[in-house]
Each structure stands twice: as C-alpha cells, then as structure tokens.
C-alpha cells in the first residue's frame, strides 16, 4: 500500500511540496502526494481534514499556514486523531522515519519554529482554554497533564498557568453522581494529579463563588455536608486511578505547579 502524503496550505503549496520531495528522497518508498492549497479558513481547514480522515488509510499530513490558529487547530486535530504529521519547519525526516518505520539515508535535522518556546506556550493556551473543565474527553489522549478535583479546587487557574510553561493540560470535574471518562481510566496515571482542599477553605470560597453570582439563598453547592461527600467521593476516584494527590488548601499556584513539574520530570528521569 503507497503511503499517501496529503499537503494543506494557505498558498499553493509548491514549497511544501518541495520540501515533502526532499524529504521523501531518503527512503525506499511508494507514495503518493496530494495537496489542498488555498485553505483559508478554519471550516475550510476542518472540512479538508475529514476528507483525508475519511478517505485515507495509510498517510502523512504536512501542513504549512501563516495564521497561528490553523496551525494550532490543525496539530490538535492530528494529536486527538493519532495522525503523524509535519509543519513545513518541523522535523521532517526524523517523523517520516517514525512512521514508515526506517532509518534515514543521511544524518538530518531541522529545528522547527513551532517547536519554540513561544509556539509550544500559544499552542497550550488554546488547548488548555479548548478543554478547560472536561468540555471534551479526547482530549486526554493528547494532554501533557490531567487535572481533576470537585469545583473551586483551582483546577482552571492552574490549567493555565501550567499552559504558561508550553505544557498541554485538560482538567475535568469530579461531581457526585456524575461518571468520569473512561480515556481517564485509560491514559498513563503519572501525568494524572488530583487536587484536594480542606472542606472549610472550599465552602468559603463556593459561598464567595454564589455572591459572585448574586445568589444569596441556602445551596447545596455550599452546604459543608454535600462539600464532605463530594471530596470523599473524589478522594476514592483519585485513590482509584492511584494518581499523585495534592492538597492545595495553603498552596499557591505556583507552588502547586512547581510540584506538578517536579514529580513528572522525575517520572521521566525514571523512565530513561
């Protein structure tokens, strides 16, 4: 079966394509290019990832467009899809040879602008804002870090401050009554962190949440008896899942994440 290289850019794509050629000049291999030039626009852009999607079985996406967010969106996609790609200025050969499964002709790197310290933080700010509070369970499949804990427990600020070091992080809601995702179950446990707090600290800080909004009535939300079941619940989820729990009652962000970094990197160094 050739392998099918699919091209999506803003322009024509001729430089990409060149690119793609010199690229494929170091391995044995049928393939077959096609390109979608002048994609504009983000529904453009999705429309045409489906057709490949949909229609291909074994292929690569290159992709190269000046708008950040196309970039954005498209490496997203291709990450919650489990679909290699390259941006132009992206490690090409060395991803190339991941796929088909062989080493290259000749020694050859390119380092990739959005490999960057910059692109890697813009990328998880919009990942991070796209997936904030379990609006979409794929996610996890393509997260750096997944953070649950009830509400209030700073699990949103943290996301993004996490997202402020380059790093992907979904959080999702632990609710009584309310079943939790089975990708949660599924992903590696050492990038889950459960955030607990002290039952006084979170009913002070629902009640403030309630005046926010105006509300002023007796709720459960606040109520110090619903507050001791719900962090007991998510007590158990966490023990479950057997992922590191951190108690954030007098922690600050910082804190929080510094904590959070440390205890991945040491599952890294674990690992080589």
Not at 70 to 83: A, K
Not at 122 to 133: G, L, R, V
């Amino acid at each position: 079966m050739k392998l099918s290289i699919n091209i999506l850019s803003d322009t024509s794509g001729y430089a990409t394509e060149q690119i793609v050629k010199v690229s494929l000049s170091q391995f044995d291999v049928d393939t077959i290019i096609n390109i979608y030039p002048d994609i504009r626009d983000i529904d453009s852009l999705k429309n045409n990832l489906e057709f490949i999607r949909k229609t291909n079985e074994n292929f690569f996406i290159y992709h190269s467009f000046q708008d950040s967010q196309m970039n954005v969106y498209i490496n997203n996609f291709c990450e919650l899809n489990n679909i290699s790609y390259v941006d132009i200025t992206g490690y090409s050969i060395r991803n190339l040879s991941k796929k088909l499964k062989l080493k290259p002709k000749n020694r050859y790197s390119s380092q990739s602008l959005y490999e960057s310290i910059h692109f890697k933080t813009m990328n998880a700010f919009d990942f991070a804002i796209k997936y904030d509070d379990g609006k979409d369970f794929r996610s996890l499949k393509a997260c750096d870090i997944a953070i649950i804990g009830v509400s209030r427990s700073s699990k949103t600020p943290l996301s993004i401050y996490l997202a402020s070091k380059g790093l992907k992080v979904c959080n999702i809601p632990i609710l009584l009554k309310a079943s939790l995702p089975r990708e949660l179950f599924e992903i590696d446990s050492n990038k889950i962190f459960g955030l607990t707090i002290d039952e006084n600290r979170l009913k002070s800080l629902r009640e403030e949440r309630l005046k926010s909004l105006n509300i002023f009535s007796e709720s459960k939300y606040s109520d110090i008896n619903e507050i001791r079941k719900e962090l007991k619940y998510a007590k158990d989820i966490m023990d479950d899942l057997s992922c590191k729990i951190i108690d954030v009652t007098n922690k600050s962000i910082e804190e929080t994440s510094d904590i959070i970094v440390n205890t991945l990197n040491e599952y890294e160094r674990g690992k080589k």
